[in-house]
């Protein structure tokens, strides 16, 4: 942690892709239970000035609960959860149509998705997520991503946005995370309470101190509070993201972090792709394996995706987004990573051109049998030693 403020481009300016949170108590007016929509409008430009210098951007935003109980007539004071899931209902579709005006607005075309609990927790779901998002993305939408709230049971709810985002964050291997709130950011202590009370600029290691600071400082009006913006932090950061939790109740709340205004910053120690390849070399016990031939062990080398074509051989059960060892073709485990095939489907396909997979599986999957960012190579002298490459190797 260091008390000063840093010199360079802020992470947001730098990053490829960033994830906004955006909580209640900012986009809900507080008396009145209306959205703060003037105030919405500047946060959009600030996002629409981001995608305009090639950043990808999703947006988090809360406010569904708090937009629906006005409407329903709902009491102040917290709600019984069926009277949370009816006031999401309403509040959510309200929310989504103002993010659809304001977008549309500077020719933008919004996507809604919400999410569950498991839709982040079940490799499954957390695939098809993943991959709605990389494709709405890849067409220019901007996601606008809350929990859903209206199936989300008490057990198996987030509750709170932050840690959503975070996920989201990881998801999508974003390099920067910024959840907006009425808090500045974390301090030592309650600076309500206690004079002595220090901003924290910057927060490389999520120590138990830190984690402490949290249950003493201020937090907001939403669900979250300050301890569920540590969870997220730790998150964020062990997936390779920069989180920044910034006051966001000024008009163009991003502008201001760019501009240098005050906030914490939680930095990770290694990229998003980094992160998840030290992840995937740390798997314990791979769901299964791929044996590949010479000419695939090259493109190896050469820091290539795996293709189908390359495949000789597959053992045991797995499933997509299992990690599987990949074997030399003297069997030596040379790397792991993420398989994006089921182990039927990689027997069906191995040793196949990837323009094929459609017409055998009935559907089109990825082209690689695993990506080169889901792929980390273990043994780099086994790698080496390959033969050269030949220009028929080479796909
Ligand atoms: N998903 C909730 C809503 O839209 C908000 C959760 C939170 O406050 O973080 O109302």
Redesign the pocket.
């Known amino acids: 942690m260091s008390p000063r403020r840093s010199t360079v481009s802020s992470p947001l300016d730098k990053a490829r892709r960033v994830v906004v949170k955006v909580?209640?108590a900012l986009l809900v007016d507080q008396e009145s239970g209306r959205l703060n929509r003037s105030w919405l409008e500047t946060l959009i430009e600030d996002l629409v000035r981001l995608r305009k210098r090639g950043q990808q951007v999703i947006l988090v935003?809360?406010?569904?609960?708090?937009l629906g109980r006005r409407q329903l007539r709902l009491p102040r004071g917290p709600l019984r959860l069926e009277e949370s899931q009816a006031a999401?209902a309403v509040?959510?579709i309200r929310?989504a149509h103002a993010y659809k005006e304001l977008l549309e607005h500077h020719d933008i075309t919004v996507a809604q998705i919400l999410l569950t609990l498991e839709d982040s927790e079940q490799r499954r779901r957390y695939l098809n997520a993943r991959a709605t998002l990389e494709s709405l993305l890849s067409l220019g939408a901007l996601p606008v991503i809350?929990?859903n709230?209206t199936v989300a049971t008490a057990e198996i709810r987030y509750?709170?946005?932050?840690r959503l985002a975070a996920r989201v964050a990881q998801m999508t291997s974003a390099d920067c995370l910024v959840l907006l709130s009425d808090v500045e950011g974390l301090f030592t202590a309650d600076p309500n309470r206690d004079a002595n009370a220090q901003f924290i600029e910057r927060v490389l290691q999520i120590t138990p101190e830190i984690e402490a600071m949290a249950g003493r400082s201020q937090s907001e009006v939403?669900?979250?509070g300050m301890a569920t913006k540590i969870l997220a932090a730790k998150i964020a950061v062990a997936a390779g993201c920069h989180m920044c939790i910034a006051a966001g109740h000024h008009r163009h709340p991003l502008r201001r972090i760019e501009e240098g205004a005050r906030c914490t910053w939680f930095v990770p120690s290694a990229t998003p792709v980094a992160a998840r390849k030290q992840w995937i070399a740390g798997t314990l016990r791979p769901a299964g394996a791929v044996q590949i031939d010479a000419g695939a062990l090259r493109a190896l080398r050469e820091g290539r995706s795996l293709l189908p074509a390359g495949v000789i051989g597959a053992r045991g059960r797995f499933e997509r987004g299992d990690t599987v060892s990949v074997l030399a073709p003297d069997g030596t485990e040379v790397a792991r990573g993420i398989i994006a095939y089921s182990d039927t489907d990689a027997a069906r396909i191995m040793g196949r051109r990837t323009s094929e997979i459609e017409s055998i599986l009935g559907f089109r999957g990825r082209d690689e049998m695993i990506h080169r960012d889901d792929m980390v190579v273990l043994r780099p002298d086994v790698l080496a030693a390959a033969a050269p490459e030949t220009a028929e190797a080479v796909r």
């Open positions: 909580g209640s935003s809360s406010g569904a609960i708090a999401a509040g959510q929310l809350n929990e709230d509750g709170d946005n932050d939403g669900s979250g």
